[in-house]
């Protein structure tokens, strides 16, 4: 007898081998309706439910087929609030549960969301596709690129899905625009400029406090290697600017639109790559650069910057994140919403292609609600209908890779060339060592 789950997992399996069409070998959309548990709901999990977790849990309560049953984290507050959100908007009560370990091991769970600080978001999904759970992972994938190498293999060896959250992927406008560009609108492209802005504060010098009865920082600190104590300045939101924890700016934001510009000029890996910065307005405990410039050349022909500004938020292209293609005919701009538009060589506007869903700049938690239903719906029917996903986890790893290759860089304060096949940093013995981390001792990432 073949239950609901084990139906889903199935079509996951069978899609393994299906790479166009989305649908099953000998169904069509219409008769593939008709198959009994086909449109059953997707139980999931939302793991890290603090803030962008919070608002995914909410975001995928809203989809149709989709049931929030679960939510884990290791902040009881956070779980709490998320389980009456997702209670307010679909009306079941989800089950709590810390241990990420033991959620995994729910038989009725059929995916999960993470959205976890970063040194978890690796980890967290290998143990899920480990678990046969569909994975839906927040961006970055990893937090250094030997994770997104064992994340790439893992998704083949364990036939799940796995989609990232490079939500601009689904955007009509994005899509249209990338379109554009492919059929030639501004002509060869061969220079792409990305960047964030934002009014940051200091996070200041911590003080070492008591653990809070709320927290289990044990569990939070995961795969992480231990710090002698705790600080009052670690959480929420500021172990982004720690090494230990975060990927900077460049993980943080920066991997959206690095991914729309290796998307729309068709690249993979770098060949050559460096970056300059510092943390040049405060003295305190963040560790990453405030201010960034990162230069990934591909094969001597294209090039891409990213620019970074944590504590200034004045605006590119009248826009606090985004990207721009040049070519030669002409420039395409995207902002941080959907819509572009299009200028040639004189600086004239050619095309203005506007939406009312929008970007709201300084939200960092949910800027883009209205837009991210696209991209939910898209997991959802990959492991519904084996439909191709817009952001795989290689795109996602990809990506993401390109943002620890510029940090990478400037934490050692060096240029280096990669390998084009697999970003691999040659003939550089200091640079090479931030490839992978050290792991807390029984946490290490094993396929």
């Given amino acids: 007898m073949t239950t609901r789950r084990g139906f889903i997992k199935n079509v996951a399996i069978g899609t393994a081998a299906v790479s166009v069409g989305g649908i099953l070998p000998g169904f069509s959309a219409k008769s593939y309706k008709n198959i009994a548990g086909a449109n059953d709901k997707i139980k999931m999990g939302a793991i890290g439910v603090n803030s962008r977790g919070n608002a995914l849990a909410g975001g995928f309560a809203r989809e149709k087929g989709c049931e929030i049953a679960y939510v884990c984290d290791v902040d009881k507050r956070a779980m709490?609030?998320?389980?009456?959100?997702?209670?307010?908007?679909?009306?079941?009560?989800?089950?709590g549960e810390k241990d990420l370990r033991r959620l995994l091991e729910r038989k009725d769970l059929d995916a999960v969301i993470i959205a976890t600080p970063e040194h978890w978001h690796a980890p967290a999904a290998l143990m899920a596709m480990k678990a046969g759970k569909h994975v839906y992972l927040e961006k970055p994938t990893s937090h250094n690129p030997a994770e997104d190498e064992i994340l790439m293999q893992a998704v083949k060896k364990y036939n799940i899905v796995a989609a990232t959250g490079m939500q601009r992927r689904s955007w009509p406008n994005v899509i249209k625009a990338v379109q554009e560009i492919r059929d030639g609108i501004i002509g060869k492209v061969y220079f792409g400029k990305a960047w964030y802005a934002n009014n940051r504060p200091s996070i200041g010098t911590g003080n070492i406090t008591a653990i809070p009865d709320w927290l289990d920082?044990?569990?939070?600190?995961?795969?992480?290697?231990?710090?002698?104590?705790?600080?009052?300045?670690?959480?929420?939101?500021?172990?982004?600017?720690?090494?230990?924890?975060?990927?900077?700016?460049?993980?943080?934001?920066?991997?959206?639109?690095?991914?729309i510009l290796r998307w729309g000029m068709d690249l993979t890996y770098p060949t050559h790559v460096d970056s300059s910065g510092g943390r040049y307005l405060y003295s305190d405990d963040w560790e990453f650069p405030d201010t960034q410039i990162v230069n990934l050349e591909f094969g001597g022909n294209k090039l891409i910057t990213w620019e970074g500004r944590s504590c200034n938020g004045r605006n590119i292209e009248d826009s606090s994140v985004g990207c721009a293609f040049y070519g030669e005919s002409g420039t395409l701009v995207i902002g941080g919403g959907n819509a572009y538009k299009v200028y040639d060589l004189k600086n004239e506007?050619?095309?203005?292609?506007?939406?009312?869903?929008?970007?709201?700049?300084?939200?960092?938690?949910?800027?883009?609600?209205?837009?991210?239903?696209?991209?939910?719906?898209?997991?959802?029917?990959?492991?519904?209908k084996g439909s191709p996903l817009n952001a795989d986890i290689n795109v996602g790893c990809i990506s993401t890779t390109l943002a620890h290759l510029g940090n990478i860089a400037q934490r050692t304060k060096t240029t280096f060339r990669t390998d084009a096949l697999n970003a691999h940093i040659l003939d550089n013995p200091a640079a090479s060592k931030l490839w992978s981390r050290k792991y807390q001792k029984g946490w290490e990432m094993k396929l």
């Avoid at 709490?80 to 989800?94: L, Q």
């Avoid at 172990?239 to 990927?247: A, E, I, K, L, R």
């Fill in 80 to 95: 709490e609030k998320c389980i009456a959100n997702v209670k307010n908007i679909a009306g079941n009560t989800p089950i």
């Fill in 349 to 384: 506007l050619v095309e203005n292609v506007t939406s009312e869903m929008s970007f709201k700049a300084g939200d960092t938690i949910n800027p883009t609600q209205q837009l991210d239903s696209f991209h939910f719906s898209n997991f959802l029917d990959g492991i519904r």
């Fill in 217 to 259: 920082w044990e569990l939070w600190q995961g795969p992480a290697p231990r710090v002698a104590s705790y600080k009052d300045n670690y959480l929420h939101y500021n172990w982004h600017w720690f090494y230990n924890w975060g990927t900077g700016e460049a993980g943080n934001n920066g991997v959206h639109f690095l991914d």
